[in-house]
């Protein structure tokens, strides 16, 4: 199947490593380009060389939790691509702790990175997305259930899942799109600090696929639900988790 993503062009944040670069390599992959951000230098240069870097791949260095970097960075996309077909919001993930346990700081930083981050981007971004253009978020699996010990992501994901879906509601009569993904545990740098080795093989034991994911695994259903292939796909949470949430 051709996905039809050959020329078009993609924003992605939080995308020099993990889940955003595996879905910028896929959307790379199969003829688009790509705009990613995060928040270091190094690390952008680094995943913009990784994808051969231009014309298939540029970067930006910006903060989602920054209020002023979200026109900054639509500006940037606009420029370099010449317009933007779509965008995958990924930001780091929260911090870890209990609800009782979280401080009332870190409970504002992921306000201001999960929560607000994301909308000031989508704010920012709307007025440049015509018909047939995409947005889609990467959530968490604890938009339907809570995760142990991540009180923040249990907090604010299923807020953001039905942001997104008043959202699709929103821009659904201008033919734009907007999607959520719940990835369950993939192997990325966040989860590797998060629970470690043993921690990891502890997760692959409570999924049905009795693995965790690959970072590629995720990417390319990011990049499908990104395509023109998804046209009719909007409004919706789709999980990437080898089977783990407990609702269907
Ligand atoms: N991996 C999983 O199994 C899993 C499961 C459920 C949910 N998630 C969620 O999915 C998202 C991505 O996870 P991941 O595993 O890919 O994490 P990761 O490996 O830590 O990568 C995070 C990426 O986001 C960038 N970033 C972090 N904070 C940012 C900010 N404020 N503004 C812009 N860029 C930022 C990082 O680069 P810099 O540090 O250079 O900015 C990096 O490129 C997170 O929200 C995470 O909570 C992941």
Do not use: C
Not at 134 to 158: H, K, Q, W, Y
Not at 207 to 217: C, N, S, T
């Amino acid at each position: 199947m051709d996905l039809g993503l050959g020329g078009r062009r993609y924003l992605l944040t939080g995308a020099s490593r993990g889940l955003g670069f595996a879905t910028a390599r896929a959307l790379v992959e199969d003829g688009a380009r790509v705009l990613l951000s995060a928040r270091s230098r190094e690390s952008v240069d680094a995943a913009v060389a990784a994808l051969g870097g231009a014309p298939a791949a540029s970067g930006v260095v910006a903060d989602l939790a920054d209020p002023g970097d979200a026109e900054r960075l639509v500006e940037a996309a606009t420029d370099r691509l010449g317009g933007v077909d779509g965008a995958l919001v990924s930001v780091g993930g929260p911090a870890p702790g209990t609800v009782l346990g979280t401080a009332e700081e870190d409970w504002r930083a992921g306000v201001d990175s999960v929560l607000l981050g994301p909308l000031r981007l989508v704010r920012a971004l709307v007025p440049h997305l015509g018909a047939g253009s995409v947005i889609a978020f990467v959530l968490s699996t604890s938009v339907r259930e809570p995760l142990d010990g991540l009180a923040v992501s249990n907090g604010l994901r299923p807020g953001l899942a039905m942001t997104a879906k008043g959202l699709a509601d929103e821009l659904g009569p201008r033919g734009v799109r907007v999607v959520g993904l719940m990835p369950g545990t993939i192997a990325t740098d966040r989860t590797a600090t998060l629970y470690g080795e043993e921690g990891m093989a502890r997760a692959a034991e409570g999924i049905p696929l009795r693995r965790v994911g690959q970072p590629e695994e995720f990417g390319r259903v990011a990049a499908f639900l990104l395509s023109p292939a998804a046209s009719y796909v909007t409004g919706t949470m789709v999980a990437v988790d080898g089977g783990r949430l407990r609702t269907p």
